[in-house]
């Protein structure tokens, strides 16, 4: 006997566990599914960006490599969109194949259910006549067969109706799960729809690619020279900053009240205030917000192949970001102005220190901040600056820790 419960509980538990199992994956499944679908309306928000740019290009006559990088932004846009589509697709084959195999079990147990419902109809018509079942009541041996005859006939009646809910029951979730498998049908069909179009476009794209890049490669002098003035600014721009960081851990060294910090080249000492800003800006890698509201990266970090120029090397201490006309840059943690530099007569420059993080802003028109501000998270510093011979407007951010540079595009929210 106690091996019979033992075995029934340790059964329980299976099925339990079984269960939980199921409804785990099954909500892991939607989970998945609604995080794909902001993704992709994410992804479908940034090619919308990405085509408002190339528009403002248009307006310039001349080809630029501003134009170049924003049509390649938007293939990796199209590409991690068509990749989100073929996911969003794979979940829900997976979903109409379960739909499937469960539409068959529930068919299954209907067509179990009317056969044993048949059974007792069978039955009951033989004994349709009440003689008949007083009869089987009055042939007992004795009044406790009697009375265990007329149960009989009491349950049978009972499960009779039992039978009737059963299948009233099951016929009624057999509907919902044909209707459900119709919805994921058309779903599937959408999302295949949608991944055709998508190629299509990409497909166009990337034709649009070649011609610019054939087009603008017959401007190779200007390219070259593009190229020496950019060098020649972004150097001119890395050693203000090196300066100015030089300058705040000269002040740090000096400073009685600083305690030492941890800092990545052990030159810095940093006070509790600046300790904790220091660690804020640690505690948000890959979390800061944008220094725009709005843009595409149309330059990474880093050394890369010059998108035009064969075995033209270019190296970008931060990154480039394409943003609408008018956009305003804003700082992408609290912090304190230690500099506003003007490294053209129409590139002004930013740096906000953060513990001690540096952030670098550059490429502003007016700037709407001083030295020695104290700024919040998403404070506007400036005006982004508008080329109108290019029809770009691109900000060039850099994050420092202390004389190290870091990768923004790893410290900012995707």
Known sequence: MKKTISFRKNCLSVCAAAFFILLQS?????????????????????????????????KSKNLSLNELSILQSR???RENLIATLRKQLEITENKLQRTSRELEKTEGTLAGLKKEYAQMISFAYKNRNGLNQLMFVFAADDFNQ????LKYLQQYSALRQNQIARMNETQDKLSKQKLQLEAEKSEKIGLLDAERKQQLILAAEKAQIDQTVKKISQQEKNLQAEIRDKEQAALRLKRQIEAIIAEEIAKNQSNKNAKPGI???KLMTLTPEEQLLSNSFTQNRGRLPWPVERGV??????????????????????????CPAGS????????????????????NAVIIRHGDYFTVYSNLDHVSVQRGDKVNTRQDIGKVHSDKSEGKT???????????LLNPSLWLAE
């Open 75 to 77: 293939i990796r846009q």
């Open 263 to 265: 800092s990545k080249d």
């Open 146 to 149: 009697a009375y265990r005859r």
């Open 297 to 322: 990266v149309s330059s990474y970090f880093g050394k890369q192949n010059h998108p035009v120029l064969k075995k033209v090397i270019i190296n970008n201490n931060g990154i480039d970001i394409a």
């Open 328 to 347: 305003k840059a804003r700082a992408v943690l609290e912090g304190v102005v230690v500099s506003v530099n003007k490294i053209t007569p129409t590139n």
């Open 394 to 404: 691109e900000l060039h951010f850099e994050i420092w820790q202390g004389k190290t």
């Open 26 to 58: 099954e909500l892991s499944a939607q989970d998945r599914k609604a995080e794909l679908e902001q993704t992709k309306q994410k992804l479908e928000k940034e090619i919308s960006l990405s085509n408002q740019l190339l528009e403002e290009t248009k």
